[in-house]
């Protein structure tokens, strides 16, 4: 079993949806979790990040924790064709991030 | 502002070929990581580093190597390419490290896509 599970997609949905993109995870010591957006033929970049439990916005984005579930979530809000990208959950431990497989996205016009 | 600068953007290697694959910052951040990225799988860590002079194993380091003489350059050599070797890599920095108790942000490059053939 990963340590993230993430499902890759693609996840196809009409201009101005509401997404929802989810990472479980099986370690409890993981504290910090990100999201990064990763554009075609591009390197990763910072999404969010939250810490422990609880829910985080940022304009149309919000990220949610269940620590007591395992999950985490990325939630869109009046998705736009710019958003198409593939979406990678992360998680620190010690040293590094356990990354998720990352779902890829796709908002039609 | 240049970021994190990754060359070249593509190659193609034959079987028992080596290369290095170059990264530079600009941001003066000491931390520094290559990663690899295959389809359907998270990124993977091969090496990082927390400072000129000091490197260290990630996840992935079999059949690569790292040096870091100055803060800015991180390259990566492959000395024997296998097919297993073929991916999308990534450097990246930070000027803290992604240690249990920190958010820290990681840049990245805009990768290299490595074929082994």
């Known amino acids: 079993q990963k340590e993230v599970e993430q499902d890759p997609g693609p996840l196809s949905v009409p201009e101005g949806a509401i997404v929802s993109l989810n990472c479980t995870y099986s370690?409890?010591?993981?504290?910090?979790f990100m999201w990064y957006r990763q554009y075609s033929r591009k390197g990763p970049e910072l999404l969010m990040y939250t810490y422990s439990s609880g829910n985080k916005e940022d304009g149309r984005f919000t990220a949610q924790v269940d620590k007591s579930s395992k999950y985490i979530s990325l939630f869109i809000r009046d998705s736009q064709p710019s958003d198409s990208a593939t979406y990678l959950c992360?998680?620190?431990?010690?040293?590094?991030?356990?990354w998720g497989a990352g779902t890829k996205l796709i908002i039609k016009p | 502002n240049a970021g994190v600068t990754q060359t070249p953007k593509f190659r193609i290697l034959k079987i028992g070929q080596s290369m290095t694959l170059q990264c530079a910052q600009d941001?003066?951040?000491?931390?520094m990581y290559w990663y690899r990225q295959d389809p359907g799988m998270g990124l993977k860590l091969i090496y990082y580093s927390v400072g000129a002079g000091i490197t260290d194993k990630g996840e992935v380091p079999n059949g690569y190597n790292v040096s870091r003489s100055t803060t800015e350059d991180f390259p990566l050599r492959l000395e024997l390419a296998a097919p297993s070797q073929t991916s999308v890599y990534f450097c990246a920095s930070s000027s803290k490290g992604t240690g249990v108790a920190t958010n820290e942000k990681l840049f990245f490059g805009s990768g290299t896509q490595l074929s082994v053939l």
């Open positions: 941001m003066n951040h000491n931390y």
């Open positions: 992360a998680m620190n431990l010690n040293y590094q991030l356990i």
């Open positions: 370690n409890s010591a993981f504290q910090y």
